[in-house]
């Protein structure tokens, strides 16, 4: 089975850095992905790390640690309509390579 | 591209009565997800298409829940005799079959048991 772990709610001050943790436990692992979901909408790709570092897109890094199953999502320069919740996903391993995903960590950023 | 595409984008039911739910993926992505998200949740995986060939189905899809592909391009989700648990935002996704690949969503059709 898998698990997937993440705090429930962050907030932070807009222009500062935030760091949104995931740890996971799987059977299988085949890439761990980050998604951005604005409330009532759909989620939308954010990153995609499956080896070990840092994976940077402009204000948005994420980073992966397979051995101690860890992630996390640093975002910089924070501006107001980075207000969402953020959900760290993990694919499995085999064919379907469907995606698990945490409960999601709602980001609040205040003026 | 125009992106994955649901619909309808809000359904509201009563509890015995049937639905369906389309959804069209982004063109030549041969791999359709279906997922269910409730409030505070993240989206939890349902059944997977490989063109038209369903693969894998979670044990979350109870035999009310039935999902096609026919043609291997757009797909519906249906579901029989709704229960007001059903009641939750249906999500639909695709991506390529390439080794590294990202599924990309479309907006969701919210379902409302009544």
């Known amino acids: 089975g898998q698990n997937i772990d993440q705090p429930t709610e962050m907030t932070a001050t807009e222009g500062a850095i935030v760091q949104i943790n995931c740890t996971y436990q799987?059977?299988?692992?085949?890439?761990l992905f980050w998604y951005q979901q604005h409330a009532g909408e759909a989620p939308t790709f954010l990153s995609y790390?499956?080896?070990?570092g840092l994976e940077e897109k402009g204000r948005f890094s994420s980073f992966l640690s397979r051995s101690k199953g860890y992630s996390y999502l640093l975002l910089k320069e924070l501006q107001m309509k980075d207000s969402a919740s953020y959900l760290c996903?993990?694919?499995?391993?085999?064919?379907?390579?469907?995606?698990?995903f945490g409960s999601g960590t709602q980001l609040t950023v205040l003026p | 591209d125009t992106g994955v595409s649901q619909d309808p984008r809000h359904k509201i039911t009563k509890r015995g009565q049937n639905v369906t739910f389309r959804c069209d993926p982004i063109?030549?992505?041969?791999?359709l997800y279906w997922y269910r998200q409730t409030l505070g949740q993240g989206p939890e995986f349902l059944t997977y298409?490989?063109?038209?060939?369903?693969?894998?189905k979670s044990r979350l899809l109870s035999d009310r829940f039935s999902a096609e592909r026919p043609k291997g391009s757009f797909s519906t989700l249906e579901i029989q005799r709704t229960e007001q648990g059903d009641s939750a935002m249906y999500l639909c996704?695709?991506?390529?079959?390439?080794?590294?690949?990202?599924?990309?969503f479309g907006p969701g059709t919210r379902l409302l048991v009544l």
């Open positions: 996704a695709s991506s390529t079959d390439r080794e590294v690949e990202t599924q990309y």
């Open positions: 799987t059977s299988g692992f085949n890439g």
């Open positions: 790390n499956v080896l070990d």
């Open positions: 996903a993990v694919r499995a391993s085999g064919s379907a390579r469907q995606l698990t």
């Open positions: 063109s030549e992505h041969n791999r």
């Open positions: 298409f490989q063109n038209e060939a369903q693969l894998e």
